[in-house]
């Protein structure tokens, strides 16, 4: 009888007011990225959250436009090698991973300019 008791207040008492939030639903983020004044090819853009409900995210930069659907917030960024090596050794080594005094907010409807100089 007591451990069924346990089990009936453990039941009523639940997790107690946490409350994990939600997320809000991904947009559709358009990422124009140069790098030395030319439009970036074959590489890999990614999104590292550095705020509250911001989730990680990895795209393909083709000519230039990276396009993906991202969860607004706050990153930082960074590029990664695409299919040909060659293409990564052209980007700053100071893109190679985030920073966080390198961040932008991720909003809907805006087009994202990333200059890779």
């Keep these: 009888m007591r451990s069924w008791t346990f089990f009936v207040l453990l039941g009523l008492c639940g997790c107690g007011g946490v409350n994990p939030g939600v ?9 124009n990225v ?19 409900g911001a989730l990680p995210a990895v795209f393909d930069i ?10 607004p917030g706050k ?3 960074f590029v990664t ?12 080594t100071a ?4 920073s966080m005094e390198r961040q932008l ?7 994202i300019e990333i200059k890779l100089d």
């Excluded at 997320?23 to 990422?31: F, Q």
């Excluded at 230039?64 to 969860?71: D, E």
């Excluded at 907010?105 to 087009?111: H, L, R």
């Design 105 to 111: 907010e991720v909003k809907p409807g805006e087009m």
């Design 23 to 31: 997320n809000p639903d991904p947009i559709d983020v358009i990422v």
């Design 34 to 52: 140069t790098v030395a004044g030319k439009p970036a090819d074959d590489l890999k853009f990614n999104f590292q959250p550095t705020g509250p």
């Design 81 to 92: 090698a695409g299919e040909d090596p060659e293409n990564f050794d052209s980007v700053p």
């Design 95 to 98: 893109y190679h991973q985030g």
């Design 62 to 71: 083709v000519e230039g436009i990276a396009t993906a659907k991202v969860t």
């Design 75 to 77: 990153y930082t960024y």
